[in-house]
């Protein structure tokens, strides 16, 4: 609405020349410039998003700005997350592979629950209720430390124990000389106890119902591109990706790699909308053109971050948000073109009228105004009476610009027409108005600039000096003295004090205890009964 009301201006610059065509007539061709279309553009537009968003809230949708329902109406790329937003976010363990022999599956269970007991990642979740149903219980153990995109750990007895993914083990040397099975399609959840690779759990999770159909309506509606960025490793992003049918994926992605991403298209030109829910999304959320954080369960970060808050756990909810957007937009320009339409008939209607009819049989008994402004009132006197208009009032004000005893402004204006014998009023200038400079010596430079902006004046600070009589940092002098008359907007410096300047200790080394004294003393400084300065 803002641009649009921008590239309206040259309309009003032809609506004036127009009506002085028409004319001649320069007042009234500048009344046309004062015609204003912005107004109806803007508040027709306030309304629609207005009513936009209250619907949208209706449906379990917060929309944070009328911002981003333009930019979603726009937008051609949409990037989806895979865990939490794309599948349930409820995976389930569907098998385990031990990799120490000396240790059973309630044992490892009982580790990597330790590590996973604090943890709101899903993830966690499905390890903690996998591990109940086979009767493990978790260890006692230390504080539990969250590495996002990697997994968590903990101490238990002494013994780190780590539950994460391939890349947290390999940075943290944890490793087996065992081969791990393929997880067909499954999530690898790895277990190590310090150095060793102990465990490895599969998790399966589900895409969610509707979001084939989701993807499906984004991309009827004019989406081109869709794809999914994840932290998974590929085989499971492959997996999601085939089944719900997107462009394209993104796996084994750090929080700011995601957000690189995010960057990158959008400097090849896309406008980009972003779906996820949890910490990991949180900073491609803020980065994308409309970030979206989907379902019940989005963390609290996510939900701040994002432009879009969906409460409902219906991937559905984002063609639905699409489609109001672009009908709200599609609103928008209606009301552009009826306002338009609407103010500039009228504005032309009766502009023209108006300066056809003012301009018919009452002006030719009217004769202009002879335009007095920058004459002296002898001069403005002469040439008013001669043009058989009289003098009426003649006021004094100050004036920076214009010379005193010249005239500033009349009324009426020059080259109007008026009536024979119109009185015409002037004021003339009493010159520049003359402000006594205030005494700034001992003040803070805060109150010297507050003295000096009351006065009328400008301020300026000088260079530090040193003064034994003014304490640090107040006003020990100014270029202009208290009370100096001057003009309004004089610039006035004012220097601050540094206090009182230090003296240079003498240099004594390797002369005599008596003589060092003496000079000591002598310099203004004082000698200790220990000999020390």
């Known amino acids: 609405a803002d641009k649009f009301s921008n590239y309206l201006v040259p309309l009003n610059f032809l609506l004036c020349l127009s009506v002085w065509l028409v004319t001649h007539n320069a007042q009234k061709a500048l009344k046309m410039l004062v015609i204003d279309y912005s107004c109806g553009i803007k508040l027709s537009t306030a309304t629609a998003f207005s009513a936009a968003i209250n619907t949208a809230v209706k449906q379990g949708v917060l929309i944070k700005g009328g911002a981003y329902i333009e930019q979603m109406s726009s937008a051609n790329t949409v990037l989806l997350d895979k865990t939490g937003t794309v599948t349930e976010g409820k995976p389930k363990v569907v098998s385990m592979t031990i990799l120490d022999d000396e240790m059973d599956e309630r044992e490892v269970l009982a580790y990597a629950m330790a590590a996973e007991e604090t943890s709101t990642h899903p993830l966690a979740s499905a390890i903690l209720g996998y591990g109940r149903q086979i009767g493990a219980q978790a260890l006692d153990h230390g504080e539990i430390i969250t590495e996002v995109s990697r997994g968590s750990r903990t101490d238990v007895d002494g013994h780190i124990v780590r539950v994460g993914n391939m890349k947290y083990m390999k940075e943290n040397g944890v490793t087996t000389t065992k081969a791990i099975p393929d997880g067909q399609g499954a999530i690898p959840n790895y277990v190590g106890i310090d150095d060793k690779l102990v465990a490895v759990l599969f998790a399966m999770d589900s895409p969610r119902d509707n979001v084939r159909r989701a993807v499906n309506a984004l991309r009827y509606d004019g989406v081109g591109d869709i794809e999914i960025l994840t932290g998974d490793m590929e085989p499971q992003a492959r997996a999601v990706a085939e089944q719900i049918g997107v462009d394209g994926f993104k796996a084994q992605l750090l929080p700011e790699q995601k957000a690189e991403a995010v960057l990158r298209l959008q400097t090849q030109g896309n406008g980009v909308v972003m779906v996820g829910d949890g910490i990991n999304d949180a900073p491609a959320l803020a980065y994308a053109d409309v970030g979206i954080s989907l379902g019940s369960k989005s ?77 002296t009132v002898d001069e403005a006197t002469a040439a008013i009476e001669e043009a058989g208009f009289e003098l009426g009032k003649v006021e004094e004000s100050f004036d920076d610009k214009v010379e005193s005893g010249k005239v500033i402004s009349q009324d009426p204006k020059g080259d109007s027409k008026q009536a024979k014998g119109t009185k015409i009023n002037l004021t003339v200038s009493k010159g520049t108005q003359e402000i006594t400079v205030p005494d700034l010596t001992g003040k803070t430079a805060e109150e010297a600039q507050k003295a000096l902006t009351v006065s009328g004046l400008k301020y300026a600070k000088g260079a530090a000096e040193y003064s034994d009589s003014v304490e640090k940092d107040h006003v020990v002098r100014q270029d202009i003295a208290a009370g100096t008359a001057v003009a309004k907007d004089t610039v006035v410096t004012y220097y601050l004090s540094l206090g009182s300047e230090g003296t240079e200790v003498p240099n004594v080394v390797g002369k005599r205890e008596g003589a060092a004294t003496t000079e000591l003393n002598n310099a203004g400084f004082y000698v200790n009964a220990d000999g020390a300065v």
């Open 299 to 375: 963390t609290d970060i996510a939900m701040e971050t994002s432009d879009v808050v969906i409460s409902r756990d219906d991937p559905m909810m984002i063609p639905e948000l699409r489609r109001l957007s672009r009908a709200t937009m599609h609103i928008v320009q209606q009301n552009f073109a009826i306002v338009i339409g609407i103010i500039a008939a009228l504005a032309v209607v009766g502009g023209i009228a108006f300066a056809l009819m003012s301009g018919g049989g009452d002006d030719k008994d009217k004769i202009a105004v002879p335009s007095v402004v920058g004459q």
